[in-house]
């Protein structure tokens, strides 16, 4: 294996071409945020994006999308930091390489992960977890999705369709409305931005780059990679939005939030309800709803796929000190576990300084 590194906005037509050949090779290939046309977005907006491309010979075998930490000296995280909703290297079935040596190639003290798709054999030595991620199948339709769901789930159905029953006669007919509008989109923004400031966590949406990267993806209308908001009203009034991006019949849901005023009506179920029907009926069979999703959409899943998370570090002075360093903070970790008492307060702790939400769901 040989891997040469290039920025994604310097991938040639070829390149391009050819990334989206071997995306046909794995279903898990075929998610958007593993597509070039996301690398190449990120890239305009986030300087230190990178692509190694797998060689072997004068042949391209494949395709790893990151990027390079340099405060963090040359820690290697994923494409658009950790907003990524899915991970890994994209290559031809059969196809060698070694995970260290790809890190190291790609000039990576070391390189963490926290959504690898299933399927990536040479990281798994490098797993330290791995969790569900809840998918909906719609492949044969929204009606026998959702009779499945009542089978499973009949009490918690009753509910949603009674509360749904309950916000259209004092707020007005509910339904969903998927489309590329920008305003539904500036809606959203401001929604998380303000969720984000209540729960004293650092507000995602203060930095312009992320609000530019989503209006790009929003008009952006490929195969491929296409960005979608699906909004549910309650007559002419937004109840709750969600932003997300589609490649052919898959659907990643990315960031989701609600007016306040609906709250009591479980707008974050209603979401995933009627998001399922209105998608189904464009051709989507399968959305994704990423790990940590809220107990409902546990109701409303019809599988679970597992995502990994985990650190290769290379044999360098630097991915050694990375590795020491990691140890003592997974010491620290597993004592926090250990302990519920400290574990509580280390929560609310953090809960108040608004320091990593990540770190808060790691203890």
Known sequence: MHVHTIHPGELGPGEIA??????????????????????????????????????????????????????????????????SGCQGVVHLPGAPWDARELVRSCGLA???????IPG????KPYLSRTEAAPIIDVT???????????????QFCRELERKSRKLSREAGEVHMVADTDAKPLSQLTDWKSSQYRRSNRFDKFGQPWLRELLEELLVTDTPHLSGLVTTVYAGTERVSIQFGLRAGSVCEGWFTAYDLRFSKYSPGMLQIRHMAESLAAIGITEIRMGKGASPYAQ???????????????????????????????????????????IRRTAGRVLRRTGLSSRLRDRI
């Not at 044969?140 to 009949?154: I, M, N, S």
Request: charged letters at 20%; zero cysteines.
């Open 299 to 341: 109701e409303l899943k019809s599988h679970d796929m597992f995502v990994g998370e985990g650190t290769v570090y290379t044999r360098t002075p630097l991915g050694v000190a990375q590795l020491a360093r990691a140890a003592g903070r997974q010491h620290a970790l597993d004592t926090l576990r250990g302990h519920p008492g």
């Open 140 to 154: 044969d339709g929204f009606a026998a999705y959702y009779a499945k769901v009542h089978v499973k789930a009949h």
């Open 110 to 116: 070391a390189w963490k992960f926290d959504n690898l």
């Open 18 to 83: 050819h990334w989206h050949k071997i995306q046909q090779a794995s279903p898990w290939y075929g998610n958007p945020f593993l597509s070039p046309e996301f690398a190449i977005a990120v890239g305009r907006r986030r300087p230190d994006s990178r692509v190694g491309v797998l060689m072997d010979g004068q042949s391209v075998t494949g395709f790893f999308p990151f990027e390079i930490r340099k405060r963090d000296f040359g820690v290697g995280v994923p494409l658009s930091g950790w907003l």
């Open 120 to 123: 990536q054999a040479p990281f």
